[in-house]
């Protein structure tokens, strides 16, 4: 399966090229990437939010220029998660992959597919309706894929997830940590977490639910 690659400039002015370009693409292909995580409104704001920081950085200041290159990182994260995102969409199809902007080249990598992640856990967060989730490493992973488990009907305090609903993906992302937020103070809830990689996803870790505070 070959692997898809973003091609990131390594230029601010280029990388908002290249971002916009891929905004342009997923968008033109939204039944080809219907889902995509990051969403794509996300990733405009954040092109925007660096457009305007580093128009500010012209004018110098420490400050400035700080904020303009935190800015162009959070964008790189973003741009990465929607790698992970269009090569599990695509599977390195080659002309898939140029429907979202990006390239595709062969794998030579020696990596299998991710272990199974292990020692799931959740705590209520610090914040009412926060859940804060947390795993040991995976082998061979370069991003983890979230999912929560959503009832058919509507979560209530004190009520165990039942049987009847589904596995949606809330978000993928390379650390292992995450506060899953917006969720009914009281509530049940059900998530687990696979690794993945350019040779495809591990097995997912044991179930875990956790109660929002």
Known sequence: MKKVVLKWPRTIPKRINKARHVLSCMTQNVLVYPNPDPTLQEVKDKVDELVMLAAAAEYGGTDRTLARNVCAEELT???????????LVSQGNVLLTSK????????YTKWPRPGKVIA???????????????WDAADFKKMYVIERYVEDGEVLPGVMPQSGGRWEQ?????????????LVTGGMYRFRVAAT???????YSEPITCVAR
């Open 120 to 134: 799931l856990g959740a705590n209520p967060g610090g914040n009412a309706g926060t859940i804060l989730l947390f």
């Open 170 to 182: 809330i978000t993928t992302l390379g650390s292992r940590k995450y506060l899953v937020s917006g």
């Open 197 to 203: 990689n350019s040779a495809g996803m591990g097995d």
């Open 100 to 107: 979202a902007g990006m390239d595709t080249k062969d794998d």
């Open 77 to 87: 994260t973003l741009m990465n998660r929607l790698v992970v995102y269009v090569q």
